[in-house]
């Protein structure tokens, strides 16, 4: 039993941690320009595809990644200029079905490229096989995925904590009315954001590929765990997407593993496979429903 926590806390970091990818992107669009954009998860299912078609091309999944990540961050930068900006000053309804949109013309972009077969992405040929962790076996590559989400949130904690850059991305999410009275270019600012965004959004598609199916619409379920965190973690914050995502995955991936085994006491094994993980996932929705409740404004709000 000890055993089998210690690995599921560790799948559940890493997915936490891959949720933290997409998040950061969102709440920082979401904080600083006030904007909801549910295109955030087109923009990983983009990430996955890209990262899958360039490393079958060049063998190598490295190169898949940067290509990836490289190709979603110019993607990024071309929808915000020529689309989102001129959303900025709409009401939410009006950002919502213009996002949406651009759900549905993405889905169809992928299929006419790729066609509507999922595309395989290997992960790295070095890091296929398991390792002994603490005394049991466990995958290599999930491993990978822990160190990288890791090493994103780091650097995203210097970037926005201890630069001048991040300085101007606080301000923005704290007052952007006063941020450019003191001469912050927001607009500009917020083309890096979203771009950066993009570039961490394809980074969790390409790593998640190997896990999960590379397919059409791969994008709008975790897109709704994102904003779970952001609601979570706070809007604007990435301290709070950080947080956020790690309380999500952990409360995901422990509930689906320990709850059928607890509820076998009081209920059939079929009974208890089935009604262990949608409980699971009903624990996601009551954690956010007690956190808009209780502290509306998320764990580590921006705008305190």
Do not use: C, K
Not at 139 to 151: D, F, K
Not at 275 to 301: C, K, T
Request: no cysteine; aromatic share 8%.
């Amino acid at each position: 039993m000890t055993q089998l926590i210690l690995e599921q806390l560790l799948n559940g970091l890493q997915f936490g941690l891959m949720l933290f990818l997409l998040a950061a992107g969102l709440t920082l669009v979401f904080g600083i320009m006030d904007m909801i954009n549910l295109s955030h998860g087109s923009l990983y299912m983009g990430g996955a595809y890209f990262g899958a078609a360039a490393a079958q091309a060049s063998g190598s999944f490295l190169l898949g990644m940067a290509a990836a990540m490289l190709g979603m961050a110019a993607v990024g930068v071309i929808l915000e200029i020529l689309l989102l900006r001129r959303l900025y000053q709409r009401d939410h309804l009006a950002q919502v079905l213009a996002t949406f949109a651009l759900i549905l013309i993405a889905n169809d972009a992928v299929r006419m490229i790729w066609g509507p077969q999922p595309l395989l992405l290997n992960p790295p040929a070095a890091l296929a096989g398991p390792v002994e962790l603490f005394g049991f076996i466990y995958p290599a590559y999930r491993l990978l995925i822990i160190g990288v989400g890791l090493a994103v949130a780091i650097f995203l904690y210097l970037l926005v904590s201890h630069t001048r850059a991040g300085m101007w991305v606080r301000a923005g999410a704290a007052n952007r009315a006063m941020a450019e009275a003191l001469g912050v270019n927001v607009r500009q600012l917020f083309t890096v954001i979203f771009a950066l965004g993009a570039a961490l959004a394809a980074a969790a598609g390409v790593l998640l590929g190997p896990l999960l199916a590379v397919q059409v619409g791969m994008g709008e379920n975790i897109l709704i765990l994102a904003f779970v965190v952001i609601v979570i973690g706070g809007i604007g914050s990435i301290r709070g997407a950080l947080v956020g995502s790690l309380l999500v995955g952990m409360v995901d991936t422990l509930g689906r593993a320990l709850l059928p085994t607890l509820l076998r006491a009081t209920a059939s094994p079929e009974v208890a496979a089935h009604l262990g993980p949608a409980l699971a996932s009903i624990m996601i929705y009551l954690l956010m429903a007690g956190m808009l409740f209780w502290r509306p404004q998320g764990l580590f709000p921006a705008r305190s």
